[in-house]
């Protein structure tokens, strides 16, 4: 098995998804079988093979720097669980 | 079933247009066939109040002799769409209550061109899915059944309830999204015709992101014709998505001339894969004989690293969506789930608010993404994703177009591939690579499994090129001549 129980509970902690005792053991099966398919793109060589940046190849277009949007305090913060006065509202992150 | 919702778009707009029915007529005929069809689940939202007035607006201005492409044209919208004052949730229970204050590019264009809206459409949580059982929402319920079987089926995924929906006549048309297959198989599996068009052809702004270098935007319709009109009222540069590419959109539906003499048709080999069924060989055979007579040449074509697109895309896509759902925190909208501390509430929240299928993508995306393996996995994939769009710009050398099955079985039973995620990614074998090396693909109804379900072909164009894939499309429809329905056994 390519990824074993720990690694769940570490990738687990790094993707901020909390994963409870009952749940590691089948996601470390579920998680190695993928990978463990994946595993086959080590046959194909790729030594002198650019990865793919974009469809087209076409490079990103320039905009002006400008403000072109902005004033919308109340629309930014219409869906937050937690709001007040115009700010997101967050648990205590300083002591 | 009434006579109105028998139309298909391009009729119903050339009666709106000549005054012969109202859109009122239409929506209302609509409405009344949505809410009759909840047996479906193919709504996660109904919008009828709104889709009446916009309805009433579309009849003021066909009145006039006004009105755009598609005015009072009623349309089901894939719940991936944003739409202001509407909930959008991508079927998730992570943005249970999301009401945008903003409307999507695609989705504005349609309303610009007078389309009316019936309400929101079930799909695959966040699009990760290709039965749509993965919705928050529920399972949605093909409208077909096999011959003599009472098993509920899957409509496809993701957009399941856009396939649904315009198979089972709830919807005149539908949006849709494909970021693997998610429009073309779908389609497949209900009889529908879904058109993935090039990536950079429709805006992804305002449309929620799953895997941003895959993700495309296209329609759902009962006809090739009808995914012409939806689709270039659905296309078109948009300074908002820095990846929408600034080329003029043709006029699709002039593209069907149904001449196709002399046209080179590539077969690629290494798409008959071990184990497929003997009437997909057969309807793909077909599909050729159908080509052939009607003046093409067919070629055979080899796209040799075909086999290593399905892993190759289990590495970028969940990749990307690890990275485009770092938003969902409890903080900006959605769900908040309490915690001892602000990390505590991230991961609370994301626990309870993300469905299985989801966490296992995140979770494979943050691994791959991780320290000391974006090399091996990431990177490595880009470069099969390169060697994939050469398979392909070679091909091109010598045909205009590839014919291809849509996906490698006809439509399976609600639960019966949920317990083994990569049984379940196979379904994408014929549509992924479409996706990696952003071509435009669509798949159209051509025939009919021995138990009676509908069976696809797809057909795969040149970078922008969608109008030999329309013209080519249009050719195969005419000649499968599919005209088959779904009994009605959803209607209450």
Redesign the interface.
Known sequence: MS?DQN??RH?????????TDEEVAP?AK??S???D??E???E?N?DN????????N?A??M?EDVVTDGN?QD?VT?????ADDGF?A????VE | MTDLTKLTLAEARDKLKAKEITSSELTGAYIKEMEGARALNAYVLETAEKAAEMAKASDARLQKGEGGPLEGIPLGIKDLFCTEGVRTTACSHILD??????ESTVTSQLWRDGAVMLGKLNNDEFAMGSSNETSYYGAVTNPWKGKGEDKALVPGGSSGGSSAAVAARTALAATATDTGGSIRQPAAFTGTVGIKP???RCSRWGIVAFAS?LDQAGPITRTVKDAAIMLKSMSGHD?KD??S??QPVPDFEKALTGDIKGLKVGIPREYRVEGMPEEIEKLWAQGIDWLKAAGAEIVDVSLP?T??AL??Y??VAPAEA?SNL?RY????????V??N????????T??AG?GAEV??R???G??VL?AGYYDA?Y?????????I?QDFKQAYEKVDVLLTPTAPSDAFGIGEKTDD??SMYLNDVFTVTVN???LPGISLPAGLSTRGLPLGLQLIGR?FDEETLLRTAGVLEEAAGFNAEPDAWWRA
Request: glycine letters at 6%; aromatic letters at 10%; proline letters at 7%.
């Open positions: 990824v690694t769940v990738i687990a902690r790094l993707a901020r998804i909390a994963v996601l579920e998680l079988s993928i990978l398919w994946v086959q793109l080590g194909v790729t093979v650019e990865p793919m940046a974009s469809v087209e076409l990103l277009p905009r919308i629309q219409k869906n937050a669980p937690g997101f967050v648990p205590k992150v | 209550g999301f009401t945008p204050t903003y090039t990536y950079g270098s300074p820095s990846t590419v600034n690293h086999k290593y892993p190759a289990y590495i690890s770092a925190d409890g903080v900006r909208y959605g769900l908040r309490e915690g501390d602000i990390t505590d509430m991230y991961e609370k994301r626990a993300f966490k296992r995140v979770l494979i943050t691994y991780s996995y990177i490595k994939a880009q470069k099969i994703r390169t060697l769009a995620p990569l990696l090396a952003g970078a």
